[in-house]
């Protein structure tokens, strides 16, 4: 693959337009497996903080500071860290998830600068938004479901809306692994759960499909064992009849 050559087109300027101007000053970025992170310095500049001693990532950079630059920021490289990530894939899993959380745990709420790890997390309101098609690692495409999961602002009271991955980091497995579905709770339990829950003989869960009592299940739960729980007072938003 080549960098030099390589322009963004006219739909990823469009996002990067959107999405540069959406990140605060001081605000952190880190693409998704792209091994960069930059923190946007002003209101037009971003600088690389960190990057993967890898060539994937080298190219990623290059090709980042190419939309970036079509978006109008400047890009300032004078202090990237190298970081050799660990040969591991477990523990390079293990360790990209902790930065990620670490960073996590210091975001604010965007109206009134609230810490939201500080909300109330457990109320959580999923919200299925669309289909769109995905570029899988393989390189093929797959209709993949898009949710945002909202939680409301002890500060202030807004609806803050995040995507998934991002509500998991800031709120943990056990927040994440529940969810509310018509009335019902859903619990997923983890290995050990079972172990103990079938040692004792009590495995009365469900397991979770794309649908439960006609409606979607958040992806994220699918195929998990789950205890269920009547009467919550919370529902999947958008799907009352
Ligand atoms: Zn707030």
Same mark, same amino acid.
């Given at each position: +693959?080549?960098?030099?050559?390589?322009?963004?087109?006219?739909?990823?300027?469009?996002?990067?337009?959107?999405?540069?101007? @959406?990140?605060?000053?001081?605000?952190?970025?880190?693409?998704?497996?792209?091994?960069?992170?930059?923190?946007?310095?002003?209101?037009?500049?971003?600088?690389? &903080?960190? +990057?993967?001693?890898?060539?994937?990532?080298? *190219?990623?950079?290059?090709?980042?500071?190419?939309?970036?630059?079509?978006?109008?920021?400047?890009?300032?490289?004078?202090?990237?860290?190298?970081?050799?990530?660990?040969?591991?894939?477990?523990?390079?899993?293990? *360790?990209?998830? &902790?930065?990620? *959380?670490?960073?996590?745990?210091?975001?604010?709420?965007?109206?009134?600068?609230?810490?939201? @790890?500080?909300?109330?997390?457990?109320?959580?309101?999923?919200?299925?938004?669309?289909?769109?098609?995905?570029?899988?690692?393989?390189?093929?495409?797959?209709? /993949?479901?898009?949710?945002?999961?909202? /939680?409301?602002?002890?500060?202030?009271?807004?609806? /803050?809306?995040?995507?998934?991955?991002?509500?998991?980091?800031?709120?943990?497995?056990?927040?994440? &692994?529940?969810?509310? =579905?018509?009335?019902?709770?859903?619990?997923?339990?983890?290995?050990?759960?079972?172990?103990?829950?079938?040692?004792?003989?009590?495995?009365?869960?469900?397991?979770?499909?794309?649908?439960?009592?006609?409606?979607?299940?958040?992806?994220? +739960?699918?195929?998990?064992?789950?205890?269920?729980?009547?009467?919550?007072? =919370?529902? =999947?938003?958008? $799907? $009352?009849?």
């Amino acid at each position: +693959m080549r960098t030099m050559d390589w322009q963004p087109d006219e739909e990823m300027l469009a996002w990067g337009r959107e999405n540069f101007l @959406a990140i605060p000053v001081e605000g952190i970025w880190s693409p998704e497996d792209a091994g960069v992170t930059y923190k946007k310095v002003s209101e037009h500049s971003f600088a690389l &903080m960190m +990057m993967y001693n890898h060539p994937d990532s080298q *190219q990623h950079h290059e090709r980042l500071k190419v939309l970036m630059g079509e978006c109008g920021y400047e890009v300032l490289e004078g202090d990237g860290e190298m970081v050799t990530p660990p040969l591991n894939p477990q523990s390079h899993i293990e *360790q990209e998830f &902790m930065m990620k *959380q670490e960073r996590a745990r210091n975001w604010l709420c965007p109206d009134c600068d609230y810490p939201l @790890a500080n909300c109330d997390l457990e109320t959580r309101v999923d919200e299925y938004v669309e289909n769109v098609e995905a570029e899988l690692s393989n390189g093929e495409h797959a209709d /993949i479901e898009l949710w945002r999961c909202t /939680i409301k602002c002890s500060g202030c009271d807004t609806d /803050i809306n995040m995507d998934p991955s991002d509500y998991h980091l800031l709120a943990g497995d056990s927040s994440f &692994m529940r969810c509310e =579905i018509n009335n019902k709770t859903y619990i997923g339990l983890d290995r050990k759960q079972l172990k103990e829950l079938a040692d004792a003989g009590v495995l009365e869960g469900q397991v979770l499909g794309g649908k439960v009592d006609g409606h979607k299940v958040p992806p994220w +739960m699918w195929g998990m064992y789950c205890l269920v729980l009547d009467k919550s007072p =919370i529902s =999947i938003r958008g $799907e $009352e009849e």
